[in-house]
């Protein structure tokens, strides 16, 4: 199961994510293909070479000669779509995704997959503020951290493979947590600041609020043009970490708004030295 | 008061905002002078030709030479060094600061102010993560929104005069509020973000968490990086206006939190469509 012998590589839904990895695949020399119930995407993919092969449908040749596939699609579709195609797989074959949690599928996943393929679970914290294959760009990838989240199911071989796919796609850093250390560390960088930037854009209604503002309120509300499908299914299946996080934010502003009210210059100003230092630690 | 006729311009502070006006002044051929206790500071933009002339005290010469006075300092002190060297101004010069906060200084300042001198307000939306003279750079206006924001003591040509001042740095726009209407929108754009980004900042104390975040926690803490002595003494001068933004965030931020809990799936999609559409208006 290493790079040299995987030469057919299978991506499960053609959206931004899955045009990027496809693209990132195809320059490093890998035969690609691709599934999309979106006959038009796959087209699209076709024709901008950016796949060798594609289907709108569970396509039984595509399938049974991928040597990797790659679930680039929601979450919820992920166990369904094994269920119904397992069968068609080629023996031995491992299988990987790029969702954004973890707990809630990748057990479910393991626990319904043939004996000999192997699904090891990994997420490229990397994306932009649009969507779908025409947007597609493995540039992407420069400045993303990628995480491998293996089970106890896995195989270091699996966890080696997937590390590897994060270093071949220009990755800055490869990481390895598990379901649980993923889920909860995604609540707070990702999910949090999802739910905190469009509760700023949305607790005032003022049009001409553009005229007034700075490069931060720019900053803290770029992602606040979100995919209100995708991000619901997110939230939803990782409620129980992302409501903690919330707290803790929620808490931690509460703490700052006493200070402020009560006029205490040097809880403050502590506060804001201790988020210096730590912020100045990510530019190094 | 025209700008023709405004040869001799006084910086008073030469930070990273006194700095930045010197530069885009000077290139537009005025004589720029400044005024700072820092003796290190005046001599850096001595050497570096950032300004004309330069004293580390309230220099005779340079003050009463002055056609115009831009005060870059933190806002307590713009009253005190006013009350101590107005008998040195020239007759009929126009004053304006950069200061981030207006209702706790513009009244006190006009109050104090000798007759035939106006004080005019204005706040340039620009800055760095950066402080001090050495960091300045003119480029800070260029997406920059520029806030004019006078009282009923001012008169047509100073308004007319300072939204000049702002398009000749070279701000994106330039826009007039009342001091009550800037301090209200500063609260929201600027002073809660910044609280936002402390509190994002030092909820958690994960020293790995560098290894883990994507580009949407990268740039919510951007502005985690404070000048904590400034922004201390900005949130306390607009303690009304800030905590009744932070209360609006707040429970903006606990009604999302309450979908998620609840499963409110149309209610959450709903408030990340309004955020998707004002954030897309943003881009325009």
């Not at 590897?164 to 707070?188: F, T, W």
């Amino acid at each position: 199961m290493d790079w040299i012998n995987n030469r057919k590589i299978l991506i499960v839904g053609l959206g931004l994510m899955g045009g990027s990895y496809a693209k990132a695949l195809k320059r490093l020399g890998y035969s690609v293909s691709a599934i999309d119930a979106r006959k038009s995407s796959v087209e699209y993919a076709l024709d901008n070479g950016i796949i060798d092969e594609g289907s709108d449908h569970a396509d039984k040749k595509i399938i049974s000669e991928a040597d990797t596939i790659i679930f680039a699609v929601y979450p919820r579709i992920i166990c369904d779509w094994i269920r119904e195609n397992q069968a068609m797989f080629k023996p031995g074959i491992i299988i990987t995704d790029v969702t954004g949690i973890k707990g809630n599928i990748v057990y479910d996943i393991q626990d319904i997959l043939r004996e000999d393929v192997e699904f090891i679970a990994s997420h490229p914290m990397a994306g932009r503020e649009l969507s779908g294959v025409e947007n597609s760009d493995d540039r992407i990838f420069r400045d993303a951290n990628f995480i491998v989240v293996p089970t106890e199911k896995n195989s270091k071989e699996a966890v080696k493979w997937c590390s590897n796919l994060g270093q071949i796609l220009g990755c800055r850093k490869v990481s390895v947590l598990s379901p649980a250390e993923h889920d909860r560390m995604i609540a707070y960088v990702s999910q949090l600041t999802h739910c905190i930037a469009v509760s700023l854009m949305t607790c005032h209604d003022d049009p001409k609020i553009a005229d007034y503002t700075g490069d931060s309120f720019r900053d803290l509300t770029r992602i606040a043009r979100i995919n209100e499908n995708m991000w619901t299914e997110l939230f939803f299946m990782n409620k129980e970490a992302l409501l903690s996080e919330m707290d803790a934010f929620i808490g931690e502003l509460s703490s700052i708004r006493k200070y402020i009210e009560s006029e205490d210059e040097e809880a403050l100003k502590e506060k804001m030295r201790t988020s210096t230092a730590r912020r100045e630690s990510f530019d190094k």
